[in-house]
């Protein structure tokens, strides 16, 4: 890692790529309008402590052309030496007593500088307690303070954080970008390596410019860097193993896949990272089978890659992909409640090579019962869209169809009918008494309902745990049995429907909500939330 810090970018112009990071930052310096709390997002490597760096050394450096790396603020800040940046890594800080000691911290002017500046990185590893803490700082902040927070997993931030900073995204580099940051290294250090080895080098460092410093750090010990050292001391990278790995699941070699699998893992890849990168390719290859490879894909891959996914694409069908999607969408929720972190994966992997390859099933007759008519009228419409742009009007169908509540009888419409002419109701009663309930019902449909059951269709398992503990079945039990004049019961099911992956961003921070709240009800503290 010298090498990193030795070729860190010093300020907002070395730094290669984020355009809009730097835009950004840039012109608020400018006006004088910085925020007194930056959130910065994005993968490893993209330059995220970089940049927090050389916004400390902005506000604080002493001659008029800021950062100037000269004085004796921006040495200090350099050297890792100022008391007025507070560098702290969440991931070993992250308790309630490591967040009110900041807060007592903060309190103090800072010594030198103009304003003191905390660095809080992987901020998403704070527990519910420290949020709470660190909320009511960002809700009062001194004025000679500015936080910046960095996290990699960004769908872990409470919303109640997230509407108090300002949120930069940092990209991961494209394969041209690294190759310039490696080039100035390689130059600085007169490291001797192929062009070839240096463009297989930035791929497989993936859009992390820290990966890719590491990786020529450690082959130019080796002497000529050439791209056969490269594939020999680097392997396979991730990318091209989960293009391998789907590519055992749409030729259903479930064993060869598993092996994949273990190589990954063995590597010292993180299940969870692996399986959302794994849904991305699989997202990937659901728009390049929906023609919008060319305008949504080929921009965030190699041309190689891209060239390999859209063969990749050809060899599921559409039903087959959504089932493969939906099993690594399952096995990516369960991975929160895994005691062997590796299963849920391992079983998404054999569920999908059991996947069968159905015909597609023809769209349902006119949607009637749905709750929301807009909802299917814009559907249709982009459907209309989709077909007139050429593509698969059947595959968009199943989609649709299978989002919407199927008609079963006509007593059971009426009764459907009765429930959502008053779901704002229902969820402004629930609400009154169990927040997260009123919450997931949002995110929930109504399924079914007949003689004895209301049937609630939900999106993950988690909310069905939820949903059928029994003080939430008593409620909804009393709320449905107000309405239709009878004794009914609630029951869930686990639905088909794609979610989206912002969607389950917000189941996680619904989750991490609710542990706060129960730990709440454990404990009997109102200090939490
Ligand atoms: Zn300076």
């Not at 993180?270 to 849904?279: A, D, G, Q, V, Y």
């Not at 989709?386 to 199927?406: C, F, H, R, W, Y």
């Not at 909804?476 to 049995?481: A, K």
């Amino acid at each position: 890692m010298v090498l990193y810090r030795k070729y860190r970018p010093q300020n907002l112009e070395e730094l290669t790529g984020q355009t809009a990071v730097k835009i950004a930052l840039s012109s608020a310096i400018k006006a004088g309008k910085l925020a007194h709390a930056y959130l910065f997002c994005g993968p490893k490597g993209t330059g995220k402590t970089s940049t927090a760096r050389i916004l400390a050394k902005i506000v604080n450096c002493q001659a008029s052309n800021p950062p100037c790396g000269q004085c004796e603020s921006c040495l200090a800040i350099t050297a890792g030496t100022s008391l007025d940046v507070v560098e702290m890594d969440a991931a070993s800080n992250r308790g309630i007593e490591d967040i009110r000691s900041l807060r007592e911290n903060i309190k103090l002017a800072p010594s030198n500088a103009k304003k003191k500046v905390y660095i809080i990185d992987e901020v998403h590893m704070l527990t519910g307690d420290a949020f709470n803490a660190l909320l009511k700082t960002l809700e009062e902040p001194p004025e000679h303070v500015l936080f910046i927070l960095a996290t990699t997993e960004v769908q872990k931030i409470p919303a109640t954080i997230m509407s108090r900073i300002q949120r930069l995204d940092f990209k991961p580099a494209s394969t041209d970008e690294v190759i310039s940051a490696l080039r100035k290294v390689v130059e600085g250090e007169k490291i001797t390596i192929e062009e070839t080895a240096l463009l297989d080098l930035a791929k497989k460092a993936q859009g992390s410019f820290r990966d890719g410093i590491k990786y020529l750090d450690q082959l130019s010990a080796l002497g000529k860097i050439d791209s056969s050292i490269v594939e020999q001391q680097l392997g396979s990278s991730s990318a091209e193993v989960r293009i391998k790995l789907l590519n055992s699941i749409a030729t259903k070699d479930s064993s060869q896949a598993l092996q994949l699998l273990n190589s990954v893992l063995e590597s010292g890849l993180n299940p969870k990272e692996f399986n959302i990168s794994l849904l991305d390719t699989l997202r990937y290859l659901l728009y390049i089978q929906q023609n919008l490879g060319t305008q949504l894909v080929k921009s965030e891959v190699s041309e190689e890659e891209f060239t390999q996914l859209t063969k990749l694409a050809a060899d599921f069908s559409t039903e087959q992909l959504i089932e493969v999607l939906n099993n690594f969408q399952t096995s990516l929720e369960q991975a929160r409640f895994a005691t062997i972190a590796s299963l849920p994966l391992e079983v998404a992997i054999v569920q999908s090579c059991l996947v069968k390859v159905e015909q597609s099933i023809p769209k349902t007759e006119k949607l009637e019962v749905s709750k929301d008519t807009d909802k299917v009228d814009t559907a249709e419409n982009e459907l209309e869209a989709v077909s007139q742009n050429g593509m698969n009007k059947t595959d968009l169908a199943v989609e649709i169809a299978e989002e919407t509540p199927v008609q079963k009888d006509k007593v059971a419409s009426d009764d459907i009918k009765k429930i959502q002419d008053k779901w704002a109701y229902i969820l402004e009663t629930v609400r009154q008494y169990n927040f997260s309930l009123e919450a997931l019902l949002r995110t929930s449909q109504l399924s079914e309902c007949n003689e004895k059951n209301v049937v609630i269709e939900v999106p993950y398992s988690f909310h069905q745990r939820i949903i059928e503990a029994p003080k939430s079945r008593e409620l909804l039990e009393s709320v449905f049995g107000d309405i239709l004049g009878r004794k009914v019961k609630v029951a869930t099911e686990l639905g088909k429907r794609q979610v989206k992956r912002e969607e389950l961003a917000n189941v996680e921070i619904a989750a991490d909500d609710e542990i706060v709240r129960i730990a709440a009800e454990i404990f009997n503290n109102d200090g939490v939330n």
